[in-house]
Each structure stands twice: as C-alpha cells, then as structure tokens.
Antibody
C-alpha cells in the first residue's frame, strides 16, 4: 500500500534552516509528483510546491520561492524540503502528499528563540 | 492564480440533517476539484475527486457536484463522526485550497 512517512518534529531558532523528509513506499517513486503543503495552527492549507521525482523538475507557489527548496533522493525514494531563514511565521505542520489521495502524517516545525 | 472561496466558514447542524457546503473558484477549473475532511490532529482525508466521484471507502452519504466555478459537497444525513473541517482543492492549475468549513454538531 502507498505510504508516505515523514521525519519527526523539529524545534529550531529564528534565522536557521531545517530539512524535513518524506519517504515513499508501495509504488514507483519516480512516477508521481510529490507536493508539500503548509498548515499553520487553526489555519487553512497552503500549497508550497511540487517536485517530479523522475526529472527533478519543480514548481513553486510564488509565496514560497526563496523560502522552500524541494529535492529528492531516488535511491531511497525520499523527498526533502528545506526551509531557510526561518521566522515564527514558519511555525506550522508541513505535509508531503502524492496528490490527491496519499498524505504523510505531517511534520511539526516550531521556530522559537 | 486561482482563488478558492468556501462558505460558510462555520456550520452547526443536527444529527440527521442534510448539510451543504460551497466552494467557488475564481476562474473555470472544469471538474478538477476535490473535497477533503480533516479531523483534529490528522492529515486531510480525500472524500471526493473530479468534483463528483466518491473516493473508495468513503460513506455514500457524502456526494459532490458542480463544474466550472461552482461546487458543492453534500452530506445527506449528518453523523456525529462527521465533525471536522472540510476543505476544497483545485488542481486545474497547480494547487489551491479553500479556507475551510468547520462543521459541528448542534
């Protein structure tokens, strides 16, 4: 069965960077895009961007250009998202998803001094 | 960019009620519209895809309709386990989520 397993919660300081992972299993990793989605506490979902694991091609929401960088490691069927220059407004749960039906469990990133 | 507007933002209804949620797109998205249910502390769960197709394993009391810019999610008989926030998602051009409808039992 299709599964997306995300890395654990992160506590980071303002100005730092964080890299979270999403390990895919149960399907051919290179055949489907992986999207990343942000959800702040009590807020709606925001699409950050997507990556094609086969080609490495990416597309980003304009709002997150310069903030998020998407990469993959095909050898381990893992997608990564790096968030840079973190501020408290980046505190959120981040999901990876093989849209439409398959989502990771979410990774809580907390930015606090 | 395509904007998605959901209404109402909050809805309180009784068990057994017929409930209708709305989602409007800022431009034509054909039928590239999905509905999700999100319970507290969980990832979103896909209910409806292609505007009106029921995802496998989802109870038949959930249904979707619409095309173009106006879409509706209907719960034919509200159950206590349906308490959640419901989001729409357009995937005609990248992805845009609606702001959500929080559904509670009266």
């Amino acid at each position: 069965q299709v599964q997306l397993q995300q890395s654990g919660a992160e506590l980071t300081k303002p100005g730092s960077s964080v890299k979270i992972s999403c390990k895919a299993s149960g399907y051919t990793f290179t055949s489907y895009d992986i999207s990343w989605i942000k959800q702040r506490p009590g807020q709606a979902l925001e699409w950050i961007g997507a990556i094609n694991p086969g080609s490495g091609g990416t597309g980003y929401n304009e709002k997150f250009k310069g903030k998020a960088t998407l990469t993959v490691d095909k050898s381990s069927s893992t997608a990564f998202m790096q968030l840079s220059s973190l501020t408290p407004e980046d505190t959120a749960v981040y999901y990876c998803a093989r849209v439409l039906a398959y989502w990771g469990q979410g990774t809580l990133v907390t930015v606090s001094s | 960019d395509i904007q998605m507007t959901q209404s109402p933002s909050f809805l309180s209804a009784s068990v057994g009620d017929r409930v209708t949620l709305s989602c409007k797109a800022s431009q034509n998205i054909n039928k590239y519209l999905a509905w999700y249910q999100q319970k507290l502390g969980e990832a979103p769960k896909l209910l409806i895809y292609n505007a009106n197709s029921l995802q496998t394993g989802i109870p038949s009391r959930f249904s979707g309709s619409g095309s173009g810019t106006d879409f509706t999610l209907t719960i034919s008989s509200l159950q206590p386990e349906d308490v959640a926030t419901y989001f729409c998602l357009q995937h005609n051009s990248w992805l845009t989520f609606g702001s959500g409808t929080k559904l509670e039992i009266k």
